[in-house]
């Protein structure tokens, strides 16, 4: 019974590390991003969209402006120590309310990069092949 108790609290000791450690991820992330490239299925998304879509990360919410009228939010959960890390999005309105859209990121030298789909199967690597859209990110300075 001791080695259970024992193995038990070193189990809620361990995920309270790996809560403790996405909290740190989504901090690190937090911030406004402009958007420096956009593909699906190995296409460009048009410049004049790429161009005026703004990217905010505030806590674990995903915003995607693209200008003050248009915008789509999501819930985001984050796990920092996956290889590689993960993200997945989940729309809180219009016709994806509900629905998880896994994915993977990367964030290094205030660029952010995301791989995600729409399928369930969460992108392996960082390209737009089929169904996967690729996002890459540039931190604004604030």
Known sequence: MKRFAGAFAALILALGGVVLADEKAIKELE???KMAAAEKGGKAAPKELTDVAVV??????????FGPDEKKVAKIKVT?????????????????KG??????????????TLA???KTER?????SDEDV??????????
């Open 31 to 33: 911030g406004t991003y």
């Open 56 to 65: 905010t990360i505030k806590g674990d919410e995903l915003t995607i402006a």
């Open 80 to 96: 920092a120590d996956a290889k590689p890390a993960t993200i997945d999005l989940s729309p809180t309105e219009g016709a994806e």
């Open 99 to 112: 629905k998880t859209f896994p994915g993977i990121y990367k964030f290094e030298k205030g660029e952010l």
């Open 116 to 118: 995600f789909t729409e």
């Open 123 to 127: 992108p392996k690597e960082f390209k």
């Open 133 to 142: 859209i690729l996002l890459k990110l540039k931190k604004s300075e604030k």
